[in-house]
């Protein structure tokens, strides 16, 4: 190389690498890389980056919604230059304008996407106004802190005027600091990666176990393997509450099915196959609740899984007697019949449902009670949908046992499972205490079509994925019993969860069966026979 | 009050049922110049009832296009519907009867390719024809089946080429997640092929399958979770779960907070009305792949969606006419394919209808013109690459510049 071109290399390296410090932001360019393809999209995220880095105060006012224009599709391209259509303006002057004739909304590829992202969080830690979106933008570059842009949490816990976010920024500048060349930066680093125990974190430090400085410096070896040891002990306890959470929301799923069903096999007889379907009734009757209060009470629409209780819980209980009235009294003599009648149910039922609703899947509201959730510890998260079911579960446990064991309903519905005929003699009016033990039991379905609204797809056929799950749990858990219900929802739950991640879904499904088969052979009657005199 | 004897009942009711017959009876008579008949093999019940029950409405639409048109060598075409319930079994009784006793001249059907599978010995066996809309596993080449849609080779593979791409994701680690049949083993089988061939080692990649209606999927979601914390380069989700699985799947998903900028899921049996219903502003930026995208550009598109929201209207049909997916604009096609295909034999015999394939194209709403050659039964389509976006729909992310010669065998298998 000549000697001449050497300095002007070094001149030009230098204007490349530091234009975000040095010149002004070029606005008219920035919006055309905005609409250019995808490379040059990629280049202009990596502009709004900069700019939140290292841009001035009015530049990253100007830049904050452009990243989430692109992300919602909201930055209209014409011939002009680029309109922002929600706030009607133009990208570059922020001028009122309207989108020319063929404007075109760019779609940011997946790996744009995640750039754009980066920017969006970026920009707003620094020029969000408000606390909560300067914190939910910490919340996203937590989630991947390799790619935090150098030097922007610096300058934002600079500026941060919040002491409890500027702490948060901090602890992940420290986090960042993993491969910094300072020896006690990477320390610090090293336990406060180990505070938050994770498959990643776990994944991040031992590849440190090949960085020179292991060898060499014994201080951070230690550290090293301190943070190994306690990130490997995080994740076996995440692990282990996982398991048992995962077991214990598929339970109360699996009990939810079934605990109406118990009720009704075991004082009726009755086989009930239009079980699932009086479920999926109960998730319509939600749905149609969530409809009727967006027109009558907007404000209280985020509530309307709970104020669909007990429309739901009447309106099936409703269809069940009915159903029994008209149909299953008729039948008691014969079960076998009972069967077919049911099973024809089932089939009207969902019919009818497809003649008025159509096929397709209902569209729910997710309130914020039930979206999301919170990382524990390890790769433990705790989802809120399936802690509502596990909440619902409980709650309805306690009231059908409250019903069964503590009302006059109650009592009389156990001396008619316990003998029929005796309880006659006594005066109980059987017939009616058949058809309030069969509302209830349908009730109990429509209840349990509301708690698994917010986890399953809502449509006809849905009631048929439940039926042989509850049939399962009721006789292994020995035809109408509370307590059977409930250990033999959580037994199967349980093997459920811990046989699938080691052999598969399929194969958990058959060795459960199995399982369930081979118990029975032992004991038919169930876990827990109700004891007494049975024909 | 008039007294009826049992005699005079069963004589009036034999009377009646031979009136009622009689027009029936007449028609098989004249059925040699009467309309032509199509048959539909598309469930309206059971698990599939929400995704293929549309499809025999797009069948009908054809058809009044062409009967609007004069028909197809001076007959008109009339549509028959059957429903096989989801039953794999019933899919081939259905078939058997419909080419035995109503004599339709070529079938439209099937979604899953366990029902193709079933169907395929009775068309072969009958000498029919059946049109099948599904881009599926390939492997199989039957002169009886004209495969409407992509085989691997011009649908999955481009899909996976671009997230391994450094204009896609540049993915890394693949974990295959299936219902458990011959498509989505099929489909992995190749897929793990063709990685081997790139050079990727067999580390990287995880296979799991669900049965059937599976809905519970916490626990696969969090087996995910724990692939793509392993690191070792960015990790996608090739989904080959169907039917109502797809949506249960997607919610638990978003639910457990993982993005599509995280781990990127590839559906590849995921369409426009598998959205239905979800909250897909947490659902932004998955991908699928298919021959066609209700957002495809183009005028040949908008004349489909216009004409499809008429139909819906005009017909009262209980689906969406908002709605289109790929597999209704393939059996739209179909009947269009067959009616050149027996115009240009001018006859509706098998044989003679198959051997007008070669060099056959149509217009199709995708905007692509869509080919057919000698050589096989395959339709030469365009590639889509679709990204969710927040109102239930996928946007156009990539699209092949031309229409791809459709290769019915993996070398990758």
Not at chain 2, 54 to 82: C, F, H, Q
């Amino acid at each position: 190389m000549k000697s001449w071109r050497l300095p002007l290399l070094l001149v030009s390296v230098l204007l490349l690498a530091t234009p975000a410090v040095a010149e002004p932001l070029d606005r008219t360019s920035l919006i055309a890389a905005l609409c250019g393809g995808a490379g040059q999209m990629g280049e202009g995220a990596s502009t709004l980056i900069a700019t939140a880095v290292s841009g001035s105060a009015e530049e990253r006012a100007w830049a904050a919604p452009l990243a989430r224009a692109v992300l919602d599709r909201d930055l209209a391209c014409d011939t002009s230059g680029a309109v922002l259509v929600q706030s009607g303006v133009d990208a570059v002057s922020r001028t009122p304008r309207e989108a020319g004739e063929k404007a075109r909304k760019p779609l940011a590829s997946l790996k744009n996407r995640a750039t754009f992202e980066l920017a969006d969080a970026a920009l707003a830690l620094r020029s969000a106004p408000d606390i909560a979106a300067r914190a939910a933008a910490l919340k996203t570059l937590e989630r991947r802190p390799a790619n935090v842009p150098e030097g922007l949490l610096e300058v934002a816990a600079a500026s941060e005027p919040d002491a409890g976010l500027r702490e948060q920024i901090d602890t992940l500048a420290q986090t960042a600091a993993l491969n910094s060349s300072d020896p006690a930066a990477r320390i610090r680093a090293l336990s406060r990666v180990a505070d938050t125990p994770s498959r990643r974190a776990l994944t991040k430090v031992s590849a440190l176990t090949k960085d020179p400085a292991y060898t060499a410096n014994a201080e951070f070896r230690q550290a090293v393997d301190a943070a190994t040891a306690r990130i490997e002990r995080g994740i076996a306890i995440g692990d282990v509450l996982a398991t048992l959470y995962n077991g214990l929301s598929f339970a109360s799923i699996l009990f939810m099915a079934a605990i109406g069903l118990a009720i009704i096999f075991g004082l009726m007889g009755v086989i009930n196959l239009a079980q699932g379907e009086l479920i999926m009734i109960g998730a319509y009757v939600t749905w149609l609740v969530q409809q009727g209060l967006r027109y009558a009470a907007p404000s209280l629409l985020d509530w309307y899984l709970i104020i669909a209780i007990p429309v739901a819980f009447l309106v099936t209980a409703a269809i069940g007697i009915a159903i029994e009235a008209a149909l299953l009294r008729h039948l008691y003599k014969r079960p076998l019949m009972s069967l077919l009648a049911t099973w024809a149910v089932s089939l009207f039922l969902i019919n009818l449902v497809r003649v008025i609703f159509g096929t397709q899947n209902m569209q729910f509201e997710t309130p914020f009670y039930v979206s999301g959730g919170v990382p524990v510890i390890g790769d433990f998260i705790f989802t809120w949908n399936r802690m509502f079911a596990i909440g619902f579960a409980v709650v309805t446990l306690a009231l059908t046992w409250a019903i069964v064991r503590k009302t006059p309903l109650g009592l009389n519905i156990r001396a008619v499972t316990q003998n029929r005929d005796m309880a006659a003699c006594i005066g109980i009016p059987t017939r009616r205490v058949d058809m309030m033990a069969f509302g209830l039991g349908s009730g109990l379905a429509g209840l349990a079509g509301l708690a698994l609204s917010p986890i399953y797809s809502v449509n006809p056929q849905m009631g048929q994925n439940f039926i042989i799950d509850s049939f399962m749990v009721v006789v292994l858990g020995g035809v109408g019993t509370i307590a059977g219900t409930v250990v033999a929802a959580l037994g199967i739950g349980q093997i459920n969860v811990l046989i699938e991640p080691l052999w598969g879904a399929v194969a958990a499904k058959v060795i459960v069966l199995l399982m369930i088969i081979a118990f029975l052979q032992w004991r038919p009657e169930g876990l827990f026979a109700v004891k007494g005199r049975r024909k | 009050m008039v007294q009826i004897s049992r005699r005079s009942l069963l004589q009036a009711s034999g009377l009646a049922a031979a009136g009622l017959a009689s027009p029936a009876i007449l028609r098989s008579a004249m059925a040699q110049s009467g309309p032509v008949k199509l048959g539909c093999l598309f469930s309206s019940s059971g698990t599939m009832a929400n995704l293929e029950g549309r499809l025999n409405y797009v069948v009908k639409m054809a058809a009044e296009e062409i009967n609007a048109k004069g028909g197809v060598n001076g007959r008109t075409i009339d549509v028959m519907v059957s429903d096989p319930a989801s039953d794999w079994p019933l899919y081939a009784q259905t078939a058997k009867q419909m080419l035995q006793q109503e004599k339709v001249s070529a079938l439209f059907g099937c979604w899953t390719s366990v029902s193709r599978k079933t169907v395929l010995p009775v068309v072969e066996q009958e000498n029919g024809l059946l049109y099948y809309p599904l881009h599926f596993e390939g492997d199989e080449n039957s002169k009886n089946v004209v495969y409407v849609n992509s085989p691997p080779a011009s649908s999955v593979l481009p899909a996976v080429d671009y997230l391994m791409s450094d204009e896609g994701v540049s993915a890394k680690r693949f974990f295959m997640l299936g219902s458990d049949y011959v498509w989505p083993r099929t489909i992995n089988k190749q897929l793990k092929g063709y990685w081997k061939s790139k050079g990727i080692p067999e580390s990287a990649w995880k296979e799991e399958y669900v049965p059937f209606g599976f809905s519970n999927f916490q626990t696969l979601v969090n087996q995910i979770r724990a692939f793509a914390d392993e690191g070792g380069g960015q990790p996608i989700v090739v989904l080959t779960v169907v039917g109502s699985s797809i949506p249960d799947f997607l919610r638990e998903f978003a639910n457990q907070g993982i993005l599509a900028t995280d781990i990127p899921v590839l559906g590849l049996d995921m369409v426009e009305a598998d959205l239905e219903g979800l909250d897909t502003a947490k659902l932004v930026g998955h991908l699928n792949c298919w021959a066609y995208l209700q957002n495809a550009k183009g005028p040949a598109n908008e004349k489909f969606l216009k004409n499809w929201a008429d139909y819906v209207k005009t017909n009262n049909v209980p689906f969406s006419g908002t709605v289109s997916i790929d597999p209704m604009v393939s059996a739209y096609d179909a009947v269009h394919l067959w009616a050149m295909a027996a115009a240009k034999a001018g006859s509706f015999d098998v044989p003679e209808v198959s051997k007008a394939f070669g060099g056959l194209t149509f217009d199709c709403p995708s905007g692509y013109k869509i080919s057919m050659t000698d050589e096989n039964n395959y339709v030469a389509r365009g590639v889509f690459i679709g990204s969710v976006n927040d109102s239930q729909g996928f946007d156009v992310l990539w699209q092949s510049d031309g229409t791809p010669k459709p290769v019915p065998f993996s070398p990758y298998g």
